[in-house]
C-alpha cells in the first residue's frame, strides 16, 4: 500500500512562490500516478496538476496552467508541485493522492486512494 505525505505549504505574498513535496513510501510508489488536489474554505477539493507514474502524461487545470508545474523524481519517491505568481485565490490545503496509472488523471477525486494528510498553503498581503 502507498503512503503519502505532503510538506512544502506556508504563507507568502501574492505574486509569490511556494514548491510543494509529495513523498511517498512503499515500494509501489513509483508505479502510481500521482494528484494534486486542493481545498479552500467553504468549497470542494479540486484536481489542481496530475502526473503520471513515467511523467509521460501531466496535466494541470486551466486556472493554474500557466503557473504551476508538476515533476516527479521517483528515485526519490517525491512528486513536486511548484507554484509561482500565487494569488489569494489560490489559498487552500492541498493534499496528493495516488492513482493507479492505468485510470489515467481524471478530475474527481473519487478515483485518488492514499490521500495525504495536506499542507496550507495562506497567500494574502
Known amino acids: 500500500q502507498v503512503q503519502l505525505g505532503e510538506s512544502g505549504g506556508g504563507s507568502v505574498q501574492p505574486g509569490g512562490s511556494l514548491r510543494l513535496l509529495c513523498v511517498g513510501s512503499?515500494?509501489?510508489?513509483?508505479?502510481?500516478?500521482t494528484g494534486w488536489f486542493r481545498q479552500a474554505p467553504g468549497k470542494e477539493r479540486e484536481f489542481v496538476c496530475g502526473?503520471?507514474?513515467?511523467?509521460?502524461?501531466?496535466k494541470c487545470r486551466t486556472l493554474v496552467k500557466d503557473r504551476f508545474t508538476i515533476a516527479r523524481d521517483n528515485d526519490k519517491n517525491t512528486v513536486y508541485l511548484q507554484m509561482n505568481s500565487l494569488k489569494p485565490e489560490d489559498t487552500a490545503v492541498y493534499s496528493c493522492?495516488?492513482?493507479?496509472?492505468?485510470?489515467?488523471?481524471?478530475?474527481?477525486?473519487?478515483?485518488?486512494?492514499?490521500w495525504g494528510q495536506g499542507t496550507q498553503v495562506t497567500v494574502s498581503t
Open positions: 502526473i503520471s507514474w513515467n511523467s509521460d502524461n501531466v
Open positions: 512503499g515500494r509501489t510508489f513509483s508505479s502510481f500516478g
Open positions: 493522492a495516488a492513482i493507479p496509472d492505468e485510470m489515467g488523471l481524471p478530475f474527481a477525486e473519487r478515483f485518488y486512494e492514499s
